[in-house]
T-cell receptor, first 112, second 115 residues
Framework: KQEVTQIPAALSVPEGENLVLNCSFT??????LQWFRQDPGKGLTSLLL?????REQTSGRLNASLDKSSGRSTLYIAASQPGDSATYLC???????????FGTGTLLAVQP | EPEVTQTPSHQVTQMGQEVILRCVPI?????FYWYRQILGQKVEFLVS????????KSEIFDDQFSVERPDGSNFTLKIRSTKLEDSAMYFC?????????????FGPGTRLTVL
């Protein structure tokens, strides 16, 4: 059964700092890994999708990497801003199915 | 930019009542999903729907739950007889494809409170 873990559970950094969020999963038979952002009481905003054949994806200040064989992904945020404060979730699909299996998230606070 | 919409944003109901949560997926998407998130817990998969039928459902999705795509735009989740433990945020999602290019886009959610 696929399990997704995110470390750390919470992170507080000063504005301008570069940071890394970690995601690990137990079953490497995935098609995709998706990173989301969730603001308090709100929906999930898709940030990046990495397909299993890719090693990384970039969008603006965000860079996500995937090491499928070791079951790990990282989300790198460059030059963090207070507006980046949110919970970041990673999710993997079920391989043979399309359902997403989510981690517990990392709550990020960027201090001005 | 196209987005998934959900109504209502908040629904309060009495235990044992039926509720219908509504979603309008992105218009050219073919795969539809419902997830839920109990306060303080992980987002959990409920059901996926493709080609007018359920393609997968979780253990949570028992006989009290049903989904329907009554027309070309709406996708609904019905809970027949709500329980206290059904209180959660319910998210609808859609994707254009499945498999390798399955990027799912989520709506803002419906907060369901069962009293």
């Amino acid at each position: 059964k696929q399990e997704v873990t995110q470390i750390p559970a919470a992170l507080s950094v000063p504005e301008g700092e570069n940071l890394v969020l970690n995601c690990s999963f137990t079953d490497s038979a995935i098609y995709n890994l998706q990173w989301f952002r969730q603001d308090p009481g709100k929906g999930l905003t898709s940030l990046l999708l990495i397909q299993s054949s890719q090693r990384e994806q970039t969008s603006g200040r965000l860079n996500a990497s995937l090491d499928k064989s070791s079951g790990r992904s990282t989300l790198y945020i460059a030059a963090s801003q207070p507006g980046d404060s949110a919970t970041y979730l990673c999710a993997v699909d079920g391989g043979a199915t399309n359902k997403l299996i989510f981690g517990t998230g990392t709550l990020l606070a960027v201090q001005p | 930019e196209p987005e998934v919409t959900q109504t209502p944003s908040h629904q309060v109901t009495q235990m044992g009542q039926e509720v219908i949560l509504r979603c309008v997926p992105i218009s050219n998407h073919l795969y539809f999903y419902w997830y839920r998130q109990i306060l303080g817990q992980k987002v959990e998969f409920l059901v996926s729907f493709y080609n007018n039928e359920i393609s997968e459902k979780s253990e949570i999705f028992d006989d009290q739950f049903s989904v329907e795509r009554p027309d070309g735009s709406n996708f609904t989740l019905k809970i027949r007889s709500t329980k206290l433990e059904d209180s959660a945020m319910y998210f609808c999602a859609s994707s254009r494809t499945g498999g390798l290019f399955n990027e799912q886009f989520f709506g803002p959610g419906t907060r369901l409170t069962v009293l």
